[in-house]
């Protein structure tokens, strides 16, 4: 069994579900945020488009070369899928930092993307690793990708409510709109040392697979001879 009582397969299921809600956290927050950046830092609409299509930019770029990488490289999947959701954690947690220079927050963006690109891939190479029946699969699959919703409910929810609070820390007002990156940024940069110490190895899960489609197999065998 992994942590939680979960059958392996499923532990890591639910640790990709919330992976994929987190990284998509990262995308809503920029959507939300450009309404107040753009009155602080004078941007035209123009100003406004670029920004928030430079993430998709890096996206699309490390879509290929992320893929390959997690084929290639499929024994350190986990880490790969961990650094996914860290890296592009850790450019959202600066991001207030350097937003007064508009080519820096570009550039950043279109690094953020860059980063978050493999973790699609790494979550489909999951799949295939994991080696679970047709049934089983379609069902992991579904709820994986839940996650998707979850965080972009999550993440115009909490921007909305953020967007609009000012949060003292040391005399600092690192509130509205800066403290979209920086709680999502956090909660990114927590959730991949947890990755890493909670995911059950890919062995372990592939191996309880196998386990339980022989006895589900040998079950309806039985079933049959009757």
């Not at 069994?1 to 956290?25: E, K, N, R």
């Not at 928030?52 to 084929?71: E, T």
């Not at 570009?106 to 993307?113: A, D, E, F, M, Y």
């Amino acid at each position: 069994m992994g942590c939680f009582g979960l059958q392996p397969d499923w532990h890591i299921a639910v640790l990709l579900m919330s992976g994929m809600a987190i990284v998509y956290t990262l995308r809503i927050n920029m959507s939300v945020a450009v309404v107040d950046m753009a009155d602080d830092f004078d941007w035209s609409d123009n100003d406004k488009g670029l920004v928030l299509s430079s993430f998709y930019v890096g996206y699309a770029l490390g879509q290929i070369p992320s893929s390959l990488m997690c084929m290639t490289y499929s024994k350190y999947l986990r880490n790969i899928y961990a650094l996914s959701i860290l890296l592009p954690s850790l450019c959202t947690f600066v991001t207030p930092l350097l937003a007064e220079n508009y080519g820096l927050l570009i550039s950043l963006r279109v690094l953020t993307g860059i980063f978050e690109s493999a973790t699609f891939p790494a979550t489909f190479q999951f799949y295939q690793l994991l080696d679970a029946e047709p049934d089983r699969r379609t069902k992991m699959v579904t709820f994986i990708m839940s996650g998707v919703y979850v965080g972009t409910i999550l993440g115009f929810l909490f921007s909305g409510l953020l967007c609009h609070q000012d949060i003292f820390v040391g005399g600092t007002n690192i509130g509205r709109w800066p403290s979209l990156f920086y709680s999502f940024g956090l909660v990114g940069c927590v959730f991949y040392p947890f990755f890493l110490a909670t995911c059950p190895g890919l062995a372990q899960a592939r191996s309880h697979v196998r386990t339980q489609s022989r006895i589900l197999s040998e079950a309806s065998m039985s079933n049959a001879s009757f």
